[in-house]
C-alpha cells in the first residue's frame, strides 16, 4: 500500500470495465477515495459493493464523456461526495468502428472523436480547476500505442489517441506551474474485451510473434503504472506518453 495516497480523492472515467476497473480497485486498496464514472450501472454497482466489502470508499456517478453537463454533475458529485479532488484517470475510450479509411463513415468518426478525444478535453477542462482549487494533483490519460504507428484498419482510434498525446502534452505545459502533472499512458496489447474486438487473429500468434516478452498485459500491470504516475514516486515527470507495451513498439 502506498501510505501518500491515503485519503487523497480520485475521480477515473471509464471504470466500469478492463483497466478502469482494475484501476478503481487499485487506487481504493491504497487508501484513495474513489469516484468511479461510467455508463453502465450495473457494473457501477458491482464495483462499488467490491470496494466497499474490502472496506474501501467509491461512489459510482453514471457519466457521458461526450456530454459537458455529465462531465460537470461527475465534477460536481465528486466534490459534494468528498470535499477535493487530487487525481483524475482519464481512461474512458472506445475502439470504435475498425476498417480501412475509404470505407469509414462521417458518424463513425463523430462517435468515436466524441468520446475518445472531445471527451478527454471535457473532463480536463472541468477537472483542472477542482484541483487547482485544491492546490494542485495529478492526472494520467489512457492513450495506446496505436498513436503511434499506422495499424490498418484503425484511423479514427488512431487518430484520436494521438489527440490524447497532444492533449497531454498541451495540458502539461500549459498547467505546470499550477502544480498539476498530467501524462498519458499508452498501452499495448491488454487482456480486457476490446482486445478481443480489435485483434481477430490468434492472440497467442500476436504475443509469440509482436511482444518480446511473449505476454499480453494485464488491466492490473496498466493500472499500476497509473498509480505509479498519480504518486509522488513520479513527481517530477509530466508531459510524457509512457508505452506500456512489453517491448512491442522496439519491433514495429
Known amino acids: 500500500m502506498m501510505e501518500e495516497m491515503n485519503g487523497k480523492v480520485a475521480i477515473i472515467t471509464g471504470a466500469t470495465f478492463g483497466i478502469g476497473r ?3 480497485i487499485l487506487f481504493a486498496e491504497q487508501g484513495i477515495k474513489v469516484v468511479a464514472a461510467g455508463r453502465s450501472e450495473k457494473e457501477g454497482s458491482l464495483l462499488v459493493d467490491e470496494i ?3 472496506k474501501g470508499e467509491a461512489v459510482f456517478v453514471k457519466t457521458d464523456v461526450a456530454k459537458e453537463e455529465s462531465v460537470k454533475q461527475l465534477i460536481a458529485a465528486a466534490l459534494k461526495k468528498f470535499g477535493k479532488l487530487d487525481l483524475c484517470f482519464n481512461n474512458a475510450g472506445v475502439e470504435g468502428v475498425l476498417a480501412p479509411l475509404i470505407d469509414l463513415e462521417e ?3 463523430d462517435s468515436t ?4 478525444l472531445k471527451g478527454l478535453w471535457l473532463c480536463l477542462k472541468h477537472e483542472i480547476p477542482a484541483i487547482i ?3 494542485g494533483g495529478a492526472i494520467v490519460n489512457t492513450s495506446s500505442i496505436i498513436s503511434k504507428n499506422g495499424m490498418p484498419g484503425t484511423t479514427i482510434y488512431a487518430a484520436s489517441k494521438a ?3 497532444a492533449l497531454t502534452h498541451v495540458a502539461a505545459v500549459e498547467y505546470g506551474d499550477r502544480k498539476i502533472r498530467v501524462n498519458a499512458i499508452n498501452p499495448g496489447a491488454v487482456a480486457t474485451p476490446m482486445l478481443e ?3 481477430t487473429q490468434d492472440l497467442a500468434n500476436l504475443v509469440k510473434n509482436k511482444n518480446p516478452l511473449q505476454k499480453i498485459a494485464l488491466p492490473r500491470d496498466i493500472a499500476n503504472a497509473a498509480l505509479w504516475l498519480c504518486s509522488s514516486y513520479a513527481g517530477h515527470i509530466n508531459g510524457i506518453t509512457l508505452p506500456i507495451d512489453g517491448g512491442h513498439s522496439l519491433l514495429t
Open 52 to 54: 466497499l466489502s474490502k
Open 133 to 135: 482549487k485544491n492546490g
Open 22 to 24: 482494475e484501476a478503481a
Open 163 to 165: 489527440g490524447v498525446d
Open 197 to 199: 474486438r480489435v485483434y
Open 113 to 116: 472523436m466524441g468520446i475518445n
Open 107 to 109: 458518424k463513425d468518426w
